[in-house]
DNA sequence: AATAAAGCCAACCGCGCAACC
DNA sequence: AGGTTGCGCGGTTGGCTTTAT
């Protein structure tokens, strides 16, 4: 009953491909095509799983991949829709034409958190660090002001000048517009007497209660050099949905099969405006799927 | 120059769902 | 109908490379 197995897992071999095996397999599926691929590493004269094979064709000898670095553009796509939909790297990935979703996982968790951390930014919520410890504050029954930084400072490890830019949707037919958080170094800082109530702070890791990344990837914030200024005002946060992949499901199922044709829109849409070019558009495509998401946060 | 720490990314793991028998 | 596997996905890890001390 059932399927055969895919392969014999103890007499197949793991770990990195050799130039040797990349040709093999490559030379197969140029000349057979992707079929199943539980059949193709016995085709392909592979000691290897199907899985692996799958796995070595999508993320590395795909003909249609790129291997140079991300541009800023796709940067900010990235960044941008990880916050409207967040770790659904499959989706985001169909968004930037020659790349994976390892790609886009692997540059999320190597580059893109850390650089938002820098901002002070939370990279998981996307809100301002200072906005998440003055609600910490305020959930542990502390007093915003007690131990947590006034909400317009944030403080950081390592220096940028890069602007940060979040997207607001303060559901008032602003979504997209943009607030520049400014950066300025601890010089900067002192010099700046309009600033002169503004003393740096120290603080642990701001962990999300729903990060699932492992603990290798902590970032220390304890020894600030940089403090970040946002808006004295901010705009309502975006309200974000669940954040596991279960959640998720049951985010977008919620009740019935009409919720599912919803997605499916969701995904029909990201599809749609999959582009090459990334520039005006990217945003566009981004306030738009957060119109989308809003549609089911408020349907709950 | 040697060693340790951090960065990086390819590959693996395990899960949910659909397909298959 | 129900057990099993294939596929696709997100999360995690191993090990190589680079950087710092």
Redesign the pocket.
């Known amino acids: ?6 392969c014999d897992k103890s007499n197949v071999k ?4 050799t130039a040797e095996e990349d040709a093999k397999l490559l030379a197969h599926v140029s000349k057979l095509g992707i079929g ?3 059949l193709v590493p016995k085709k392909a004269g592979l000691n290897r799983c ?3 094979c ?3 064709w999508t ?2 000898l795909r003909p249609d991949l790129k291997h140079d670095t991300f541009t800023p553009q796709e940067e900010d796509l990235i960044i941008n829709l990880h916050q409207a939909i967040g ?5 985001i990935a169909k968004q930037l034409p020659g790349r994976t ?3 886009v ?3 999320w ?3 893109l958190r850390k650089k938002l951390y820098t901002m002070g930014i939370d990279p998981v919520t996307h809100k301002p660090i200072s906005q998440i410890l003055s609600e910490f504050g305020n959930i542990s029954g502390l007093p915003n002001n007690h131990h947590i930084p006034s909400t317009n400072m944030i403080s950081s490890t390592t220096t940028t000048t890069t602007p940060a830019r979040i997207f607001y949707n303060n559901n008032n037919n602003n979504i997209g517009t943009s607030h520049q958080f400014q950066v300025m170094t601890n010089q900067n800082l002192f010099n700046n007497n309009n600033n002169s109530n503004v003393q740096p702070h120290f603080f642990n890791e701001v962990t999300s209660p729903c990060s ?3 603990s ?1 990837h902590v970032t220390d914030l304890s020894s600030p050099q940089v403090v970040l200024f946002a808006p004295p005002a901010l705009p309502p946060p975006l309200p974000l949905p669940p954040c596991n ?2 959640n998720w ?1 049951e985010f977008f199922l919620g009740d019935n099969t009409e919720d599912q044709a919803k997605e499916n829109d969701l995904e029909g849409f990201l599809l749609s405006s999959s582009s090459s070019s990334h520039t005006n558009s990217s945003k566009l495509n981004y306030t738009k799927l957060i119109e989308v998401t809003f549609s089911y946060e408020f349907k709950m």
């Open positions: 009953m059932g399927r055969p197995p895919c793991r770990g990195l491909w199943n691929w539980t199907g899985k692996s799958r796995l070595r993320n590395y770790s659904r790297w499959s989706l979703d390892n790609d996982k692997n540059y968790n190597t580059k699932s990344s492992s290798s992949s279960n499901s």
